[in-house]
Each structure stands twice: as C-alpha cells, then as structure tokens.
C-alpha cells in the first residue's frame, strides 16, 4: 500500500469519523447487503464506515482489514459494544491472507491509496463466495469546479493530486472502476456517478460542504509543505478562498465520485 497521503494523527481519525456520517446519505444510497451474513471491508481504517455498516445491516457480521494497527485500534475503541459482529485483521491488502470466504465487500476511498489496485482485488476475489456483493466507492477528483475560480485553492489542489500521483495513488481511480473489476474477475459490473452540485438554491448545504471540503485538503497540508509543493502561507489563502466562496451569490460547488458493483 503507498504512503497514506493524510496521515494518521488525531485529529485526522476524528475527521474521518465526522465524514462518513456526513456523506453516509450520498454513498449508501444504491448500496445493498440485505440478505448477506458475513462482510469483508478493506481499508477499515478507524471503523467510521464499518459503523455505519452496522447500523444499516443488523444482520451483517464485518471482518474489518487495514494495514495500519494505529487505525485497528482506534476502530477497536470506536466499535466497543460490536464485538460480537466485528473481528479486526491488520494486514496489507496486496497480500491478503484470510483463513475464511465471504459473501459480500465493502471498499471506500481506499483504492485511490493503493500502488497496485488490480492486484488488490484479484486478492479478494479469491476469498468470496460464489454470487458475492461487491461495492466500491472512490474518488474522481478532476471532476472538481468553482465558479468563482479560486486561483490559490486550484493550485493547491494541483498539488494535492500530483503528490498523490508521485507516492503511488490514483486520484482519478473512480473513472477506473469498470474496467479493474473486469480485469481481475469479476461479473455484472455496473458504476454511476453520485456527488455533490451546490449553489445557492441551497446556502447552508453549500457552507456545509465547503467546510468539510477545506478539512479535507488541510489533512494533506503537511505532506505537501514537506516536498515542497505548497507553502504554509498558500495553504492559509487556500482556505481563504473556499471560505469565502459561500458568501458569492453566484457560487457553484461541484465534485462527484464513482461507485461500482459487481459480483463474482
């Protein structure tokens, strides 16, 4: 797995914790596990989708893989009270080594982090069940618009996405779904697109996302000072520009993601 591009202090586990209830409603619309026992989830992280998971499918018990014990063990302390319906594994998905089958997976936002995606999901396709439910959800990011333009949020943003580039990751992997899943086995695949279109017929959905936006370029700020590509007083303008966007009375927010399913 590469670098993980926002790392993995606190405050970082708790925005991730914060972003899947905030985006529950988009991602898990489509998303259906009715009449599926036991789930596999990569890239489980600190459990923040696996709680929400939970709460949808009461029926689901949720084998939870991620390659970092520091998130395992935040996810421990997020679930307690689901141990019953919740087993923790920490291990590299590119090497994926479970001792059972499932009938259903769970990966989001993981896929974009990962050096080699198609082997990831060879390695899982050899632990399902015949007829198994798989959904992905990931990022396209070059799918991103202001209107106004915000000329230090678009170079921050350039940078943000080249360095994910240069360390391994994918930040237009979403477009790729389709054709990895083919590629790696499996059958019946079918994507659409979900995401948000934001102006000001909807003021304070549009200042909502906007804050949850500005967190999640502020979780890479570091990486990116650190190689050079930004400047601490960039990321400062950055977050300028974006906060004052929903006060434009012509302000447009866009971005979408991918999602995909398929079975085995």
Same mark, same amino acid.
């Given at each position: ?32 596990? /009715? ?7 990569? +890239? /489980? +992280?600190? +459990? ?8 949808? =499918? ?22 307690? +009270? ?10 590299? #998905? ?41 959904? *992905? ?48 086995? =499996? ?5 659409? *697109? ?26 890479? #700020? ?43």
């Amino acid at each position: 797995m590469s670098n993980y591009l926002h790392g993995f202090i606190p405050e970082e586990q708790q925005r991730l914790i914060d972003q899947a209830g905030f985006l529950a409603p988009k991602i898990f619309k489509k998303i259906d596990f /009715s009449g599926c026992k036991h789930l596999l989830e990569i +890239g /489980s +992280g600190v +459990g923040a989708q696996t709680q929400v998971l939970l709460s949808l =499918f009461p029926q689901l018990k949720i084998t939870c893989v991620d390659y970092s014990e520091a998130q395992v063990d935040k996810a421990k302390e997020n679930l307690r +009270g689901f141990e019953d319906r919740v087993t923790f594994s920490v291990q590299n #998905a590119m090497d994926l080594d479970l001792d059972q089958k499932f009938d259903s997976v769970y990966i989001c936002w993981v896929l974009e982090h990962i050096a080699e995606p198609r082997i990831v999901l060879e390695k899982i396709q050899r632990h399902l069940l015949p007829g198994a439910k798989v959904f *992905l959800t990931e990022v396209f990011n070059s799918t991103h618009y202001t209107f106004p333009s915000l000329p230090f949020a678009q170079k921050y943003y350039k940078a943000y996405n080249d360095f994910q580039s240069r360390i391994g990751g994918h930040p237009n992997i979403g477009a790729s779904l389709g054709n990895l899943l083919q590629q790696a086995g =499996f059958t019946q695949i079918s994507h659409w *697109l979900g995401g948000f279109h934001l102006d000001q017929t909807h003021p304070e959905e549009l200042k909502i996302m906007v804050s949850f936006w500005v967190k999640l370029m502020k979780s890479g #700020a570091g990486h990116l000072i650190k190689a050079g590509l930004i400047t601490e007083e960039e990321v400062r303008k950055m977050e300028e520009e974006y906060q004052k966007l929903p006060a434009n009375e012509n302000a447009v927010f866009f971005i979408q993601f991918v999602q995909a399913f398929a079975t085995v």
